[in-house]
């Protein structure tokens, strides 16, 4: 087993274990599937305060499953979410409380955290309503509760609008801050806010990212990407299994572990850096992947 060391890179050591490392599945979706409901901007994060075994029983799961990184409950935690919630949230204590969830849960395990860093408005939003220096400062803030309370690196996903991955690179390259960006497009492979997805891709290149990847796409979407030449970056996906159109409510699995180990057979022919799973999913999604992995899967 390998150990986690706060200066390695996780996915050196992808290469080094010689397979893609495991992300896990869904946090929201699991959420409302055992009865809880959204919480207006905070989405299902409120959780983390209200009733944190949940959440812990799910990363748990994940790790169970064979995650090698587990993501913190975080994705509506930001500054723009509790700027917009109803009551008063202090947001030291929500991410310290947040992330040290996801701490508990991997115990001393060798399991990287990866902190969860959205949109800061809904991920689907084309036309966004706030200002450019609220939107660095939501980011920013963000970023640094994230890592300063014990995350190993940042997963900035479903990113759809460029001036925002353009913040969050120039902020995490400048301070040293590992990341991901992952991409959130439409079907044409373009962002929200109209930019293709190789222009994009070339931008955060020069700012030394960990890995690029895609969530939260369909799989019809993702393989028109999967298409391109090559792929001389670390890389990886976790896409949509949902059912359905994209919506934060009531989330349902369209794709079964099985369909969706399928799809990852054909992924792993471009040796991925990390895979995993998003809307929908379950630890179940995850175990098949491991089992690929592993050379167990009977399908």
């Given at each position: 087993?390998?150990?986690?060391?706060?200066?390695?890179?996780?996915?050196?050591?992808?290469?080094?274990?010689?397979?893609?490392?495991?992300?896990?599945?869904?946090?929201?979706?699991?959420?409302?599937?055992?009865?809880?409901?959204?919480?207006?901007?905070?989405?299902?994060?409120?959780?983390?305060?209200?009733?944190?075994?949940?959440?812990?029983?799910?990363?748990?799961?994940?790790?169970?499953?064979?995650?090698?990184?587990i993501t913190t409950n975080t994705f509506?935690?930001?500054?723009?979410?509790?700027?917009?919630?109803?009551?008063?949230?202090?947001?030291?204590?929500?991410?310290?409380?947040?992330?040290?969830?996801?701490?508990?849960?991997?115990?001393?395990?060798?399991?990287?955290?990866?902190?969860?860093?959205?949109?800061?408005?809904?991920?689907?939003?084309?036309?966004?309503?706030?200002?450019?220096?609220?939107?660095?400062?939501?980011?920013?803030?963000?970023?640094?509760?994230?890592?300063?309370?014990?995350?190993?690196?940042?997963?900035?996903?479903?990113?759809?609008?460029?001036?925002?991955?353009?913040?969050?690179?120039?902020?995490?390259?400048?301070?040293?801050?590992?990341?991901?960006?992952?991409?959130?497009?439409?079907?044409?492979?373009?962002?929200?806010?109209?930019?293709?997805?190789?222009?994009?891709?070339?931008?955060?290149?020069d700012y030394s990212p960990l890995a690029?990847?895609?969530?939260?796409?369909?799989?019809?979407?993702?393989?028109?990407?999967?298409?391109?030449?090559?792929?001389?970056?670390?890389?990886?996906?976790?896409?949509?299994?949902?059912?359905?159109?994209?919506?934060?409510?009531?989330?349902?699995?369209?794709?079964?572990?099985?369909?969706?180990?399928?799809?990852?057979?054909?992924?792993?022919?471009k040796s991925p850096s990390f895979i995993?799973?998003?809307?929908?999913?379950?630890?179940?999604?995850?175990?098949?992947?491991?089992?690929?992995?592993?050379?167990?899967?009977?399908?």
């Amino acid at each position: 087993m390998f150990k986690i060391k706060s200066e390695i890179n996780p996915f050196a050591l992808a290469k080094r274990i010689n397979r893609p490392l495991i992300l896990d599945g869904a946090m929201g979706s699991m959420l409302q599937q055992i009865g809880n409901k959204p919480e207006g901007s905070m989405w299902m994060s409120m959780i983390n305060l209200t009733h944190p075994e949940q959440v812990l029983r799910i990363h748990e799961q994940y790790i169970l499953a064979g995650a090698d990184i587990i993501t913190t409950n975080t994705f509506r935690t930001n500054p723009a979410a509790i700027d917009n919630y109803k009551k008063k949230i202090d947001i030291n204590k929500l991410i310290k409380q947040s992330v040290g969830i996801a701490i508990d849960a991997a115990k001393d395990l060798p399991v990287f955290i990866a902190g969860s860093n959205a949109p800061a408005e809904d991920c689907y939003q084309v036309q966004r309503k706030i200002s450019k220096k609220a939107l660095e400062l939501n980011h920013k803030e963000h970023i640094e509760l994230l890592i300063d309370n014990g995350c190993h690196f940042i997963l900035n996903e479903t990113q759809s609008h460029f001036d925002e991955i353009k913040l969050i690179c120039n902020y995490c390259s400048k301070n040293k801050i590992p990341y991901i960006i992952s991409l959130f497009t439409n079907e044409n492979l373009k962002l929200l806010s109209g930019e293709r997805i190789e222009y994009v891709i070339n931008f955060i290149l020069d700012y030394s990212p960990l890995a690029i990847s895609l969530n939260c796409i369909r799989q019809e979407t993702f393989f028109k990407f999967f298409n391109r030449p090559n792929f001389d970056f670390n890389w990886g996906t976790y896409l949509n299994c949902g059912s359905g159109e994209f919506t934060d409510e009531d989330i349902t699995c369209g794709v079964s572990p099985v369909e969706y180990n399928n799809l990852i057979k054909k992924i792993l022919v471009k040796s991925p850096s990390f895979i995993g799973a998003c809307c929908g999913s379950s630890p179940e999604h995850i175990k098949q992947i491991k089992m690929l992995l592993d050379g167990n899967s009977k399908n």
